[in-house]
């Protein structure tokens, strides 16, 4: 490995392992004279997008979240550090990481801080037991086993209303992963269970996708947006916007519509999909640094991707707030490259690229199997030709030719047939979260880090 002009290697610590974090590595692999470590508190590189398949049985985790190490492991200047990063110091350029109570201090040159975002319950953090988010591998076998066991529990209730009540689902934000999310559990009960109980009817679940806004996927435009709603409700969708939810517990949740009435909607399961907040992170590199944060706990930066008075730190993804760039994977792997590409220019003794340009490369969401909308520069269309353009994009971002195939494979035997690979679903997974949650003192701390 060769070094720079002072004499060793450019020291590049890059926090997270999404989008902007694996990217913006990758993106270093040919300079000899950078040493990258990746630090983040998961061993995978997680495919948000498709987690909602793994939610609904289509995909098993392992094909949307491939192990990082084994990403990067022909990347030579490249290595993997496991652990919960607890400190960023600007000062010192260090970065703090944790694990199973063994602390890791990483000098660095060059920060990329790319931790993402987590789910927002908008300060009702207590709904979180009731209704899981959507940002994690834990979220989505939780939400498959919550999904997949309220089938079983409806065909063992002893009344209507139990059976009424199981077979409720409610999906909370009508956003890309809200509408599809919605979407596939309506899939799932009309087409994958329908005859696979005998005491219950699966296509009688009723599916409620509630958003305080006034539209379906605002940020597609009314007529997208529109398209969305009809082919819902369609499939038998039960569309209600407007709807602010204010309570949400074991049995079900309340809403309030625009005149402020309030209604009660008896349901097992609850997904949430509304909102998001930027990693604790943020805050910690606002204080330091002096710069704002915006409401959803991002760093605004400067146009380099820069945090104010830090030009060697960057931050990118769902961490930064600039010129209300969407919180999309695509700006977070540009952002990514062009901090790499930075980083390399500044160590050639090159001028600066200036300003981060994003190129919008489109929006899409599917609705259900062959139906999807998609927002590519001035084109607005929806239907089938949206839904193979979908297939072919999420096809090219996942990560191994092996998890292609796989994936491939399986969206034949779910869209094209009926059936679903992956419908194990346990205890554990649904109460396993919630039980180290309760148990408190009597689990020690290392084992609730990494639960």
Do not use: C
Request: no cysteine; glycine share 10%; aromatic share 6%.
């Amino acid at each position: 490995m060769t070094t720079t002009q002072t004499g060793r290697t450019h020291r590049v610590v890059v926090i997270g392992s999404g989008f902007g974090g694996l990217f913006g590595a990758q993106a270093l692999k040919r300079r000899d004279d950078v040493e990258v470590t990746l630090v983040a508190r998961t061993a995978h590189h997680l495919f948000q997008p498709l987690l909602y398949q793994v939610a609904t049985g289509i995909l098993s985790e392992g094909e949307i979240a491939p192990s990082t190490r084994e990403v990067l492991a022909r990347q030579k200047n490249a290595r993997v550090v496991l652990g919960e990063v607890t400190d960023i110091d600007l000062e010192a350029r260090t970065v703090t990481s944790e694990l199973l109570g063994t602390e890791t201090v990483l000098e660095y040159d060059s920060l990329l801080v790319a931790a993402g975002a987590g789910q927002s319950w908008f300060g009702h953090d207590e709904f979180a037991e009731f209704a899981p988010g959507m940002k994690s591998v834990d979220d989505a076998l939780e939400l498959r086993g919550r999904i997949f066991g309220a089938f079983e529990v409806a065909e063992l209730a002893t009344s209507p209303e139990d059976a009424r009540r199981a077979l409720t689902f409610v999906v909370v934000g009508a956003g890309p992963t809200g509408v599809e999310m919605a979407g596939q559990i309506a899939e799932l009960a009309g087409r994958t269970l329908k005859h696979d109980f005998r005491r219950i009817d699966p296509t009688q679940a009723h599916v409620i996708l509630l958003d305080a806004a006034d539209t379906v996927l605002p940020t597609f435009g009314e007529r997208l947006g529109g398209a969305a709603r009809r082919r819902l409700q369609e499939m038998g969708v039960d569309v209600r916007t407007g709807s602010m939810v204010t309570d949400v517990d074991e049995q079900g949740l309340t809403y309030k519509d625009r005149q402020g009435h309030e209604t009660r909607v008896e349901a097992l399961t609850k997904v949430w999909a509304a909102g998001v907040q930027a990693s604790p992170l943020g805050a910690r590199l606002a204080e330091q640094s002096g710069a704002e944060t915006d409401r959803a706990g991002r760093v605004l930066v400067e146009d380099d991707l820069t945090l104010p008075g830090h030009p060697e730190v960057f931050v990118v993804g769902d961490m930064m707030a600039l010129r209300d760039l969407p919180g999309v994977a695509q700006v977070a792997i540009q952002g990514a490259r062009f901090a790499a590409k930075e980083i390399g220019r500044r160590l050639d003794g090159k001028p600066s690229q200036g300003r981060f340009e994003y190129f919008d490369k489109g929006s899409m969401a599917t609705v259900s199997r062959f139906s999807a909308v998609a927002s590519i520069g001035r084109l607005r269309f929806h239907g089938f030709l949206a839904w193979l353009l979908w297939l072919g994009v999420h096809l090219v971002y996942i990560i191994g030719f092996k998890n292609r195939v796989t994936t491939l494979l399986h969206w034949a035997i779910s869209f094209l047939g009926r059936g679903r690979s992956e419908r194990v679903a346990t205890e554990q997974q649904v109460f396993a979260r919630r039980a180290l949650a309760r148990s408190g003192d009597a689990v020690p701390d290392e084992v609730r880090r990494v639960g």
